[in-house]
């Protein structure tokens, strides 16, 4: 894997949009293991569909990667992910700190994409209905 690899994939995540969905086999191999806290999956075309989805429920969801490391055929990133959710009045902005961590083919592309962020702390903290009883368990267990 290249700088120039990895400069291209970030450049692409920071513009992502529905619209350009269409373009991530550029980056992705066609069979590639995908697993966040909700999915996991083995296909480009099932990576697309979690994207997919994205947009269908917030509202100017936006990548910003701050930090990333190389090594070899892998690499890291540290993102924040800015969001609205869209069944939400008002529509408060969130954010979601996050890493990614990529392992890349031959070719230079990315067959292994594992997002690891705290889906209790970073979402359902922060959700009116279930937030309190979350911060009240987070504070029962320390």
């Not at 890493?99 to 592309?109: I, P």
Request: with cysteine.
């Amino acid at each position: 894997m290249s700088h120039a690899t990895i400069d291209a994939l970030v450049a692409y995540y920071e513009k992502l949009d529905r619209e350009s969905l269409g373009e991530m086999g550029r980056y992705y191999a066609a069979e590639c293991y995908f697993k966040d806290p909700f999915n996991e999956v083995r296909t480009l075309p099932e990576i697309q569909a979690i994207f997919e989805r994205m947009y269908r429920h917030l509202a100017d969801p936006r990548f910003r990667v701050t930090e990333r490391i190389e090594e070899g055929k892998s690499g890291v990133l540290v993102w924040d992910f800015d969001f609205r959710m869209r069944a939400w009045q008002p529509a408060t902005a969130r954010r979601i700190h996050g890493v990614t961590l990529l392992k890349f083919d031959a070719a230079g592309k990315v067959n292994y994409h594992r997002d690891y962020w705290d889906a209790a702390e970073e979402l359902y903290e922060k959700l009116p209905l279930i937030g309190p009883l979350m911060r009240g368990l987070r504070r029962y267990v320390r």
